[in-house]
C-alpha cells in the first residue's frame, strides 16, 4: 500500500468538487495548494497551464496527473481533486477525468519530480486503488486512502 504522507497534506484533498473543464480544474487546484503550501495561486496555475500545452497530463481510466515545477516550493507537494462528474481533460483515452492528483515540485528537483511521479503513477494505475479513491464521500475519507488508513465512508 502506498502512504502518500510525506506529499499530501490533509488540507489538501477535495472529493465530490464540481468542475465545468480543465481551467476550472487549474484553478481550484491552485486555491488548494496556495492554502495548503503558502504557493501563490496564479503560478501554478500558470506552471500547470504551460506544462498541459506539452500535452495533456490525462493518462487515461478518468485519471489526470497534472504537474509542474515552481520557484516558491521547498519540497515536493501534491494535492487530490475527485470531481463530481468527469470532465473533458484532453486525456490519452479521449475519457472524461474524475481522479487528478496533481504534484508541484521545485524547479530544480529533476530525479526526485520523475520518481515523484512514477510513484503516483504506479499508485493510480492500480484499479482496487482508485475504485478506493472514487468511493471516498469525504475529504477525509479521501485523505485516509492516501495516507494508507481505512476508512469507514470509502468504498
Known amino acids: 500500500m502506498n502512504d502518500f ?7 489538501a484533498v477535495k472529493a465530490g468538487v464540481t468542475a465545468t473543464g480543465k481551467k476550472q480544474v487549474f484553478q481550484l ?9 503558502g504557493v501563490a495561486a496564479s503560478d ?3 506552471r500547470l497551464t504551460e506544462r498541459e500545452r506539452l500535452g495533456s497530463t490525462g493518462f487515461g ?3 489526470a496527473i ?3 515545477k515552481l520557484d516558491s516550493i521547498e519540497q515536493v507537494r501534491g494535492a487530490v481533486l475527485l470531481l463530481a462528474e468527469p470532465v473533458a481533460f484532453d486525456a490519452v483515452d479521449d475519457m472524461p477525468v474524475d481522479v487528478i492528483f496533481m504534484l508541484l515540485s521545485p524547479s530544480d528537483s529533476g530525479a526526485e519530480h520523475l520518481k515523484t511521479l512514477a510513484r503516483v503513477s504506479r499508485f493510480l494505475r492500480n484499479e482496487a486503488q482508485v475504485k478506493r479513491l472514487r ?4 475529504d477525509d475519507a ?3 486512502i492516501l495516507t494508507g488508513g481505512e476508512a469507514r465512508d470509502a468504498a
Open 135 to 138: 468511493g471516498a464521500k469525504s
Open 29 to 37: 487546484l491552485s486555491e488548494i495548494a496556495a492554502n495548503a503550501y
Open 61 to 63: 481510466a478518468g485519471i
Open 66 to 68: 497534472p504537474h509542474a
Open 142 to 144: 479521501l485523505h485516509v
Open 44 to 46: 501554478v496555475v500558470e
Open 5 to 11: 504522507s510525506d506529499l499530501v497534506a490533509a488540507k
